[in-house]
């Protein structure tokens, strides 16, 4: 049995459909198929759910509107246009029978349509090329706690009850959705942004499956972003420690989370250009073979929050346990830790959370902050990179190992 990924940009059209159901109908192995929303859709939802939230109600029905022709387009051109009268439907939530009562809570119940929407068309458009296939409901097999948009998941109950389906099973293709869940009494839960890989990892680790290839519109892992960078290279081989580095830092390659539950089985994971369904790609897999090129890695949309003690007592000492702990419940997602005698630093991405988080930390400490700023983490740097990289930069922070800079950086 293998996985296969397909994220939004490889079904953000017909076309993209046309070509997924080429590259499946090339598999002779049982299939797990795991789909994310096609093309932007997610942040279209995350839309509604902010315009329903701040009262908008009609910009979230245009919005909804908007979705609903991008998807009925698509399915059209599928010769689909029956599964979209009849099987897709959700307009309680859009319309205000639904009152949210939680942003997160809500946040969930609408964004999993992206996922719903996509994986109805792949399936009902597989089934009209012959490749009989079976689609799955996750919210009712992924199972996770209700820590709504970064869902906990019950890897016993999860792995029960999808080897149960799938294992008890004749078919040999199935189709799922990647980033949604849901919890045991039934509401819908999303794993976190881009969280579809880490369904198609989850999934291979309770199938046993003998692969995972996660399928992008890039030749594979690659060692720049080459929206930033114009020559880069493709990294053909990397270890899942490598892989999972990488990922942290800020490579949006693959999701951070999707190499544990790989890793643990040591299930290769293979990223392979959706463009080239031939070609090599990149393998992340037990291996002793080192990245042997410098690697950048842009993490943007950072903040860098800095600690004082109010008493100027030592921060480590006293107080860091109680900051974490503060960081940790407002959901921040740290991305580098700096600390002296009597401060901590930490840089962390710009979510929704960060407000609140500032004013409990204001309460205890002096806080200072700074916004617009990206981290660029560069592995395998020499001097001569890391002085070329500073250069004409605006640089807040810089940390340094032997092989790895940091370098928190102004945005220009
Ligand atoms: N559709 C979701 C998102 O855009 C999940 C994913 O793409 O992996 O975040
Ligand atoms: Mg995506």
């Not at 990149?282 to 004082?308: F, H």
């Amino acid at each position: 049995m293998k996985i296969y990924k397909f994220g939004g940009a490889s079904v953000k059209d017909a076309a993209g459909v046309r070509n997924v159901c080429k590259i499946v109908a090339g598999e002779s192995d049982t299939l797990v198929i795991v789909v994310s929303a096609m093309g932007k859709t997610t942040n279209a939802f995350e839309r509604i759910v902010n315009a329903r939230w701040e009262g908008r109600h009609d910009d979230a029905v245009i919005e909804y509107d908007k979705i609903r022709a991008y998807h009925r387009q698509i399915a059209d051109e599928l010769g689909l246009t029956d599964l979209f009268n009849n099987g897709i439907t959700s307009q309680d939530i859009i319309d205000g029978a639904i009152v949210p009562a939680n942003y997160d809570e809500f946040y969930d119940q609408v964004v999993c349509m992206g996922e719903l929407f996509s994986s109805k068309i792949l399936s009902a458009y597989l089934s009209k090329c012959g490749i009989a296939n079976e689609w799955l409901n996750m919210p009712q097999l992924l199972i996770t706690d209700s820590t709504f948009r970064e869902a906990k998941v019950d890897y016993d109950e999860s792995a029960k009850r999808i080897r149960n389906r799938i294992f008890n099973s004749r078919s040999k293709v199935f189709v799922v959705q990647g980033f949604i869940a849901g919890t045991i009494e039934g509401y819908h839960t999303t794993l976190g942004r881009e969280g579809s890989d880490y369904t198609a990892a989850l999934m291979a680790n309770f199938l046993d499956a003998e692969s995972v290839t996660i399928w992008k519109d890039v030749p594979g892992i690659l060692n720049a972003d080459p929206r930033i960078v114009d020559d880069t290279v493709l990294i053909p081989e990397l270890s899942y420690r490598e892989a999972v580095e990488l990922a942290y830092s800020g490579a949006q390659v693959i999701h951070p989370k999707s190499i544990r539950p790989v890793e643990n089985k040591k299930i290769p994971l293979f990223v392979k250009p959706f463009g080239n369904p031939a070609a090599t790609g990149s393998i992340i897999c037990e291996t002793e073979r080192k990245v042997d090129v410098p690697v950048y890695i842009w993490r943007k949309n950072q903040l860098l929050i800095t600690m004082r003690a109010k008493d100027f007592s030592f921060i480590l000492e006293d107080s860091l346990s109680h900051i974490f702990d503060i960081i940790k419940r407002h959901r921040l997602k740290v991305s580098l830790i700096q600390s002296s005698a009597v401060t901590i630093s930490v840089c962390v991405d710009k979510t929704r959370y960060v407000t609140n988080a500032i004013a409990e930390l204001s309460e205890a400490y002096v806080v200072t902050y700074n916004e617009n700023l990206s981290l660029l983490t560069i592995r395998g740097t020499t001097p001569e990179i890391l002085r070329k990289e500073q250069e004409g930069r605006s640089i807040m922070l810089t940390q340094k190992t032997r092989r790895t800079a940091r370098l928190v950086i102004k945005d220009e």
